[in-house]
């Protein structure tokens, strides 16, 4: 049976967290000059008996707006997350403050060989998306 490998992230997302810190302390002195921050979504990948599942947090972002691949056993998450104002729709818009991060994003988590992508199921509620990939049956205890 194979197994799932995953790395341990917390030092990454803290790491991650002081440079976004950074980067907004540097932006807010540049007044916004120099480039668009990027923002990647949480996710959450767990092992049970018969499938894989990942929980990607996708706040203010619709399920049109999300694409779900799952090519050569890399599950593969990306879509754009809308900015807070739409100035073509809202007109002139002064923004005293702008921290909430816009644009495309993409998440890929790569699976043991033995699943079955015939029967992957996704589900999207309350900006949390849940993908369930069952194991094939030979994988299956």
Do not use: C
Not at 1 to 15: D, G, K, P
Not at 20 to 38: K, Y
Not at 112 to 132: K, M, Q
């Amino acid at each position: 049976m194979e197994t799932l490998t995953m790395l341990n992230t917390r030092s990454l997302s803290n790491s991650l967290d002081r440079m976004l810190t950074l980067n907004r302390a540097l932006d807010q002195a540049f007044n916004g000059v120099g480039g668009s921050r990027v923002w990647v979504p949480a996710i959450d990948v767990a092992e049970r008996g018969d499938a894989y599942v990942i929980l990607a947090e996708l706040p203010g972002v619709s399920p049109e707006q999300v694409d779900v691949s799952f090519e050569q056993n890399i599950l593969t998450i990306r879509g754009s997350k809308p900015a807070s104002f739409d100035v073509a729709a809202e007109g002139e818009v002064r923004v005293f403050a702008a921290e909430r991060v816009h644009g495309s994003f993409e998440r890929s988590v790569r699976l043991p060989e033995f699943v079955d992508a015939d029967n992957i199921d996704a589900s999207f509620a309350h900006g949390l998306l849940t993908v369930t990939v069952p194991k094939a049956q030979a994988a299956q205890p």
